[in-house]
């Protein structure tokens, strides 16, 4: 069973569209992440939620926004989405906010 | 916003030595908590190895040993008896209670 999955793993889209990302934990932990991985391989956390309320929110532009429907979801929504915006974009999760975090496989975005 | 600088950008090591890499960090907090994780091409993040920053004994785990220098701030990962399957982007991680900080990466090329 996968521990953190996200949806879809990878996503062409055109310049000005809106995305979403989707992340699922079936490991019952109460916090989760989104980081950013730009091409360069640099990691920047972007959110963190714990049960659900937000606990870590970097300056991202506004056009990021997380949403957390319950503890075990949490998904990324993108408006207008620009050329800089490409990036492998990860969900993490951990039992509580300062453990050893899980991550998923990555989502590979595009934007052309 | 703390800072963590891993200062070798690629490193390299032969099949069955011991290799180790630099990681340090800035920090104003006393109690937080300290990563190794491994990004091999497949993507995926894994732990190699925690550190909490209030235990002075050097975290291991199996092949894997931190040097955890806390007055110095610096966390270095020691890889013994290198394998191929060793070979990935090793990222550095700082977890305060507010801020979450990665490095930016050192890639580990192992010879055979």
């Known amino acids: 069973d996968t521990a953190v999955s996200q949806t879809p793993k990878y996503l062409v889209t055109q310049m000005g569209n809106d995305k979403s990302i989707k992340c699922e934990q079936n490991?019952?932990?109460?916090?989760m992440y989104w980081y950013k991985q730009d091409s360069k391989k640099f990691l920047k956390i972007m959110f963190s939620?714990?049960?659900?309320?937000?606990?870590i929110n970097e300056t991202v532009p506004n056009r990021f926004s997380p949403k957390s429907p319950d503890k075990a979801h949490l998904n990324l929504h993108i408006n207008s989405l620009e050329l800089g915006d490409s990036a492998v974009y990860f969900c993490?999760?951990?039992?509580?906010?300062?453990?050893?975090?899980?991550f998923g496989p990555g989502t590979r975005l595009l934007v052309l | 916003a703390q800072t963590v600088t891993q200062s070798q950008p690629e490193m390299s090591v032969q099949e069955a030595e011991t290799v180790t890499l630099s990681c340090t960090y800035d920090?104003?907090?006393?109690?937080?908590?300290l990563f190794w994780y491994k990004q091999p091409p497949s993507r995926q993040m894994i732990l190699v190895i925690r550190?909490?920053?209030?235990?002075?004994q050097n975290a291991t785990e199996n092949r894997f040993s931190v040097n955890f220098q806390k007055a110095a701030k610096s966390f270095s990962l020691k890889i013994s008896d290198s394998q191929l399957g060793d070979a990935a982007m090793y990222f550095c991680?700082?977890?305060?209670?507010?801020?979450?900080?990665f490095g930016a990466g050192t890639r580990l090329t192992v010879k055979p």
């Open positions: 993490a999760s951990s039992p509580r906010t300062r453990e050893t975090q899980y």
């Open positions: 490991l019952g932990h109460d916090t």
């Open positions: 939620y714990n049960n659900k309320e937000l606990i």
């Open positions: 920090t104003s907090e006393s109690d937080y908590y």
């Open positions: 550190q909490e920053a209030y235990k002075q």
């Open positions: 991680a700082y977890r305060g209670w507010t801020d979450m900080r």
